[in-house]
């Protein structure tokens, strides 16, 4: 009955639209919108972030130590804890990353002073004093109104050890962990719902083949139990990008797949290689026009590791974790190799963008996302530099998409021009939409085309709406960025130019810039 009337809908709007490309030759820029019909909820935990043991993400960035002169709430920064809040993060990963698979929880619980100091092998050989452990990390979610998620140690770990851990964070019964914990200060279990099995174990985490580590994660996983009414969502290592065949060795041995809830995949998009990465800031458009490209790839990345999950799990019961994604550019110059501190563009937030959209799109199936990485680390939210903190402008798509959480998916279909560089072409839009639990509609639309402005004709079926506020992000420079001395360089402003007659959205796009759109009744 719905789909008839829906088709009905379209029957009329469509001739209209092609009436609309007869009067004028330019290209229709069309995303119907079909705003009775709501899919799969997007799972909040698409708009997660991922904090590392690198550079100056948690040292500096998050923790300074209950001594500072930066104003903190145990030891956390109030600045960072502040802005986390207001962009809702829902879940947070830590401690790595790399580190993850050399990090031993035990160095990091207990009086600060007793702590075993260790080397940071991954990430500029410095000193880990450990003052930032398990109590800290969540307590930072218990301020930031966030869950938890764990990334164990398989590759130079123990199964005793990662299983103590799980007991020492959730269990409530009486056993040396829990005693330990009390002793440590924190009487009741926390909660943690998500718990990786290691990280990157095909690379850093061991260098393991798919098959190897599929045995290895059935082992680890067999003894992460679940206590006190916790319910642990695992999550095994997956792949890098495009290796499909490591997915299906995890996924088609139903032995190995009944052990975890659900499996990472990671993707950075590169302008020009690892070996080549371009500078974050200086860039000119064929750099803008890759970095794009790059950004796309991710959704045929995730159409393919679906397509294998989909042949084994055809009832979706378990979720994609894209636990790490992002721009991965050269370093600041002058500063550590080893820290992967770049600045964040315009360009960053047209890539948070277009992964976001992607990410609400596959939301039958990708259940967890964590952009890489939260502070002063690669595609990064927040900069500090001592006693100060900048937004960049990736934060403000965070806090402009933060409305998408939790709300259900709407059908769309866009048809729209390309955006050609040189040889190549891709899509001029990005776009997704969804419905919340108060019956408004959320359009978040994306024009990649750093040069042209952008009509988009937004027919929005199935239900009647009368008002609409909007919000763009842009900027005159592809390159401008925030920092200390021009913190609101790139800053999301109200968005006025569309019109709303007759059910029909049109939307004036500026060029290279973001847009979210709110229609209420
Ligand atoms: O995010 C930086 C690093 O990239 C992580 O430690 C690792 O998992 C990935 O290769």
Redesign the pocket.
Known sequence: MRKSLVLLQLFFICPLIAFAQKENPAPVNQLVVIANNPGPLISKDIYGH?S?H?GRCIYGGIWVGTDSKIPNTYGIRNDVLFALREIKIPNLRWP????ADTYHWKDGIGPQANRASIVNT?WGGVTEDNSFGTHEFMKLTELVGCDAYINGNVGSGTVREMAEWVEYLTSDAESPMTRLRKVNGREEPWKVKYFAIG??NW??GGNMTAEFYSGVMRQFSTYLNNYAGNMLYRVACGPYDYNYAWTETLMKDPDNSARFQGISI?Y?SLVDGWNNKGSATLFGEREWFRTMSANLQMDEIIKGHKAIMDRYDPRKTKGLVVD?WGNWFNVEPGTNPGF?YQQNTLRDALTAAIHLNIFNKHADRVQVANL??MVN??QSVILTDDDKMVLTPTYHVFRMFRIHQGAKLLNTDLRCEDYQFGEGKIPAISASASVDTEAKVHISLANLNPNKEITLICPVIGDTFNNVTGEILTAGEMTAFNNFEKPEAVKPAPFKAYKLKDGILTVSMPPKSVVVLELKK
């Open positions: 991922f590392e690198l790595g990353g790399c580190f991954h990280n990157e690379g850093c990671h950075y790490e992967l890489a990485q680390v690669l």
